[in-house]
């Protein structure tokens, strides 16, 4: 080898003399292919080594520039660099390099040299050391060779040139294994698809033409990696030897006509050589894959395969999809409480395995649910009738279960388990007699197709062999939609909900054919164009409920494949039927979903809620039977034939609790039926929640809604930026708004699809008459700074300028004066821990009270900035004064609601009940008691408005002090600004930096409000790296220093709150006396009117706004709304 190594570098050296034009890495590629066919010679290693330079179009971004070949095997890949540059990608500069390794990295045998420096990397990870030559073969020929450098290239080598792959066989390391293969070929596609008159790009026309006409490129890109991928998988499995595609779809045809077309058509010759080194190397390594050993594992073990492939493959995509495939003890639950309904409801004594049982999955991904009733449903027939039963059984259920799946990689693998599954049960009893083993006649119903796709267009005829496979698989779908008795429809369908401006229309919207109908889809106006949508049904009660504001929440997977479902079973269909889905909870009591569950009180005789809980994003964290961050249930529904839709449903409530994951999934493990959980009843109201009945006197108390009508959202600028700890950092950003470069200004302003830089401010509001963001200059005036309540507790400044936000709420503005107290809460989401109601003097963001689950949330204690028209239910203040014998005040009626909810005590007592959102007030008749909770409640009000309202006896205008002090203070040095703090349990003690405060008390630090700790939020925001999301580049203007006044209004806060806690006492007893006493009912007291409920439509600036926000007194737009 040593005069193979000397010869390279004469060549190399010989090369780099020349004047030549090429680059340095092309001028590499003849010396190293030569030098590899001889260093493959000089190993004896048997199979001829070739190398192929990779000669293509400079636009093509992925392809390594050598191929090496051992006898017709590919081996691996060589990617050169300029002399100097070294065989290290970390080291490597500029952005082509480091986006080229993120790429090339997913390969499993690849060498990085620049022709003296060599290292071979391994799906990313280096094996062995860099190899050097201690001489420069460029400057020196064959002298700078040494035998020694030769000895420590030569295992390198070696390894590189006997590589074969080694393919695990179990399912989830071979889901591991198979990800960065795909995802390389996946970039392939991507940067083929740039250059144009590409065979992919012809391609990637025809799968539009033919089979998903909504798939942009980069879907194309993905579907081509993932169905190249499952094909070679399942015709390996299925025992093709080589996996080139047409031998591969000889085997396929077998059982998958349309996998071995979808395969020929995306393995086109022409196609396949732009792909090159990524097919080649998946399928190599597919071609190294041991079915017998693969099979051994048995059907359970390919539960969570895809959910594997695709986490490592790609996990915004796994989210994108939905993808997270179900725990078993969770389907194998909705599969025995089906069974038991069709047995007690239809008469079907063997569940799943019955005659006429039809079921389907409209979101089958890998089979788990087909699976889980196949086995439910023979092991029935086996207790009953005997293994003999079973083939006949398995062979009709074959026939009857469907499923339809939109991504091809779990359709490949539901294939396989099912066909596992069904021969399986069919030939036990086979297997053991020594008889001839049986295979399944037919294909599966299972089809590559997308659930809410149109059922009525068929696809076009006269079609070739390969478009005909892809348009019958639509078809059959498409049949399976239109008709036909389907008794049960079950599954997991994906949740994602998807958030897109009003203004956009070029985003894809989500939804199908239940979301728009038959209609050219893709504007923002769809509904305009054609047939009724089905979705409408659910969308139109909650308008006329006045909840249109809360229907982006309905815009989710999962609420698109519960009205298909209901369409499916109860509308093209008399046979009745049973759903049972796991979803999104949020249907259950979310304010947007009153047609949801008006529609499904409608539809069923009798609903069963299995509540699983698992929000680790909201006010009450429980563990998740998912790996997911958003709260689960089960629901089961049936109707057995004749509709009653003027009769709500029965519907039913349990909630599963856990301190773990597991601790649930054992549970729902031990549930064998409908009798072995606590059921509760729900509401019969159309509208009410699925959620318990409340019992005793708390569900008969008034919401506090219904004593202060007039309930707003908060300001929402939707960019961080204008809101900062101090004026100074928002001068700051203004001014570097104000001087940007035009093509940087929308960056820094932080566009969104609703609100642009040429916006300007018509109306008598604070912006109006100044220049769009898009015309400032050096000299354009800077906005007032006024205070915001930013969260519980914690004060920021803001640019109050309606310029710069999109949902500043003109109505809130309007009504805020020196007088004004605001109350914020959650209505729509169930309070968490801690005070359940917050109180703020300054204008409040939409996020006031815990930080998020912002919505319709604020309630102004006033309708006017004045102060002259109370947010008080009309007849109510003379209601209480005529009951107590003294004048009750709006003043005195919001510090009696704060005293009983602005304590911890409230949500601790009514834990359970507040599961319900919106919290109710036990209003109690006693006088006496009323006034002692004023008492508290004016207290409380002053110190959490930190002195700015409710000022009076003993309650001066500045906050007393309380123990905590600064025991060291914070550095003023810019240098040392805070970028961490921390607690002390032992010494009681914050520590901001270097700066110390205490004593603290663990409850003052660990004081919540729904599930926002309060003195970490506000420390959090005001370090060095401000805690949360950042919107712009001008977020990263921080505070230049940490000043006397940050130091002095964190005491100010650990103040407040330790005289919060020192109040709990005579609160949490307060809270007990009215509870235990005689309390108003919702009934005895007046309910608001529309008008009370709704912002005043018209009013006049006030000076004193004009002071404070710099508007313009001229006449205001009577339309003026605000919008969520």
């Not at 083929?192 to 033919?210: C, H, K």
């Not at 834990?911 to 909770?933: H, I, M, S, Y």
């Amino acid at each position: 080898m040593l005069a193979a190594a000397r010869a390279f570098a004469d060549k190399l050296r010989a090369v780099y003399g020349l004047s030549d034009s090429s680059s340095p890495e092309d001028q590499l590629k003849a010396p190293v292919s030569s030098f590899l066919a001889d260093v493959g010679a000089a190993l004896n290693i048997k199979q001829a080594i070739q190398a192929k330079t990779e000669a293509h179009l400079a636009e093509h971004k992925v392809r390594p520039d050598i191929a090496v070949y051992a006898g017709k095997l590919i081996a691996g890949y060589i990617e050169l660099k300029a002399p100097g540059e070294g065989a290290d990608p970390a080291r490597l500069k500029g952005a082509h390099n480091k986006a080229q390794w993120e790429k090339l990295k997913n390969l499993p045998n690849l060498i990085y040299t620049d022709g003296r420096e060599w290292a071979l990397y391994r799906s990313g990870e280096r094996t062995g050391g860099i190899v050097r030559f201690d001489g420069d073969p460029g400057e020196d020929g064959g002298k700078a060779i040494s035998e020694e450098d030769v000895r420590r290239l030569e295992p390198l080598l070696r390894g590189f040139l006997t590589w074969n792959p080694t393919v695990p066989h179990q399912p989830g390391a071979l889901a591991a294994y198979l990800a960065p293969l795909a995802r390389f070929l996946r970039s392939e596609v991507e940067a083929a698809l740039e250059i144009e008159g590409s065979a992919v790009n012809g391609l990637a026309n025809e799968w539009r033409q033919f089979f998903f006409p909504d798939a942009d490129n980069a879907r194309f890109a993905d579907a081509y990696a993932q169905t190249v991928t499952y094909a070679m998988l399942l015709a390996r499995l299925s025992g093709a030897s080589k996996l080139d595609p047409a031998e591969a779809a000889k085997t396929l045809d077998k059982n998958n006509g349309l996998l071995a077309r979808t395969l020929e058509l995306l393995g086109h010759k022409e196609a396949r050589e732009e792909l090159a080194v990524g097919f080649e190397m998946l399928q190599r390594s597919l071609e190294a894959l041991e079915p017998a050993e693969f099979l051994k594992a048995k059907p359970d073990l390919w539960l969570y395969f895809y959910e594997d492939f695709l986490a490592a493959y790609d996990p915004k995509l796994r989210k994108d999809y939905g993808v997270y495939y179900t725990p078993i003890e969770v389907v194998e639950l909705q599969v025995r409480l089906a069974s038991e309904l069709l047995e007690k409801r239809f008469g079907k004594k063997l569940g799943f395995a019955d005659d006429g049982v039809v079921f389907l999955d409209p979101a089958v991904g890998t089979g788990t649910y087909p699976v889980a009733a196949v086995k439910h449903g023979l092991e029935k027939v086996l207790e009953r009738s005997g293994p003999g039963a079973v083939p006949a059984r398995a062979r009709q259920m074959a026939e009857n279960m469907h499923g339809f799946e939109v991504l091809v990689g779990p359709y490949a693998v539901a294939h396989l388990r099912l066909t596992q599954a069904l021969e399986g049960a069919m030939n036990d009893a086979k297997a053991t007699a020594g008889e001839p083993l049986e295979k399944l006649a037919k294909r599966l119903n299972i089809y590559l197709a997308d659930t809410l796709e149109s059922p009525n267009h068929a696809p076009p005829g006269g079609l070739d062999l390969t478009h005909k496979a892809l348009t019958q698989e639509h078809e059959a779908a498409r049949k399976v939609k239109q008709g036909g008795d389907i008794l049960v429809c079950l599954g997991n369908p994906p949740y994602d909900r998807q958030t897109i401006e009003e203004d956009d229309t070029t985003t894809k919207r989500k939804g199908g054919w239940v979301r728009f109908g038959d209609q050219v889809e893709g504007a923002a106006k769809q509904e305009q164009q054609g047939e009724r949508a089905i979705l409408k049904d659910f969308t139109e009660p909650a308008t006329r409920a006045g909840a249109g504001v809360h229907l982006k929440n309905l815009y989710n997977d999962y609420v698109y494949f519960w009205r298909w479902a209901l369409w499916r079973l109860f509308e093209q269909q008399t046979c009745g039927g049973i759903v049972t889905f796991i979803t999104a909870s949020s249907y259950l009591a979310g304010p947007g979903f009153v047609g949801v569950r008006e529609v499904m009180r409608r539809t069923f005789d009798e609903l069963w809620i299995i509540d699983l809980g698992g929000d680790n994003l909201g006010t009450r964290k429980t563990p998740n039977v998912f790996n997911i961050q958003t709260p689960v249930a089960i629901a089961i529904g049936v109707r057995t034939a004749r509709p009653s839709p003027d009769t709500p449903a029965k519907v039913h409530y349990a909630k599963i609790v856990g301190a773990t994951r597991e601790e649930k999934l054992t549970h729902l493990q031990a549930v064998t039926d409908f009798g072995d959980i606590d059921w509760h009843d729900c509401s019969d109201d159309w509208h009410k929640p699925f959620l318990p009945i409340g019992q005793g006197d708390y569900s008969a108390w008034a919401q506090i809604e219904g004593l202060f009508p007039l309930i707003l959202n908060g300001a929402q600028f939707k960019r961080h930026w204008p809101i900062g700890e101090t004026a100074g950092v928002l001068s700051v950003r203004w001014h570097r708004l104000a001087n940007s470069k035009p093509e940087e200004r929308k960056t820094l302003f932080r566009e969104t699809d609703g609100w642009k830089i040429t916006k300007t401010v018509h109306e008598d509001l604070p912006g109006q008459h100044q220049p769009p963001i898009i015309s400032l200059t050096a000299t354009s005036a800077t906005p007032n700074v006024v205070p915001c309540s930013y969260r519980s507790f914690d004060r920021h400044v803001m640019l109050y300028d309606f310029r710069l936000g999109d949902r500043l709420r003109p109505s809130l503005w309007r009504m805020h004066g020196p007088k004004q107290i605001y109350l914020t809460t959650l209505l729509s989401t169930s309070l968490g821990a801690g005070q359940g109601l917050v109180a703020c003097s300054d204008l409040p963001d939409l996020h006031h009270f815990r930080g998020s689950f912002g919505g319709k949330d604020v309630i102004p204690l006033y309708r006017d900035a004045a102060a002259t028209q109370p947010n008080v239910t009309g007849g109510l203040l003379e209601l209480l004064s005529g009951s107590y014998g003294f004048a009750v005040t709006a003043e005195a009626l919001a510090a009696y609601v704060y005293a009983l909810l602005g304590g911890q005590s409230y949500t601790k007592r009514f834990w359970n009940e507040l599961e319900t959102p919106g919290p109710r007030v036990p209003l109690t008749k006693d006088g006496a008691l009323f006034q002692r909770a004023v008492s508290l409640g004016q207290r409380m009000i002053w110190l959490h408005t930190y002195a700015e309202r409710f000022r009076g006896e003993g309650r001066g205008d500045e906050l007393p002090a309380g123990s905590a002090k600064s025991l060291k203070g914070v550095s003023d040095d810019p240098a040392r600004y805070p970028e961490d703090f921390a607690y002390d349990e032992t010494e009681r003690e914050i520590r901001v930096s270097d700066g110390r405060f205490g004593p603290v008390a663990k409850d003052v630090w660990e004081f919540e409000v729904s599930g926002l700790k309060v003195v970490q939020s506000w420390l959090g925001y005001r370090m060095k790296k401000r805690a949360g999301k950042k919107s712009s580049p001008l977020d990263d203007i921080r505070p230049e220093r940490w000043t006397a006044r940050m130091s002095e209004e964190l005491l100010e806060l650990l103040w407040v709150l330790e005289a919060t806690l020192a109040m709990e006492p005579d609160l949490s007893a307060t809270l007990d006396a009215v509870v235990a006493g005689s309390c108003f009912k919702a009934d005895d007291l007046p309910s608001p009117t529309e008008a009370e409920r709704a912002a005043p439509k018209s009013a006049r600036a006030t000076a004193a706004q004009h002071d404070l926000f710099g508007g313009q007194d001229d006449e205001v737009d009577s339309t003026e709304e605000d919008e969520e």
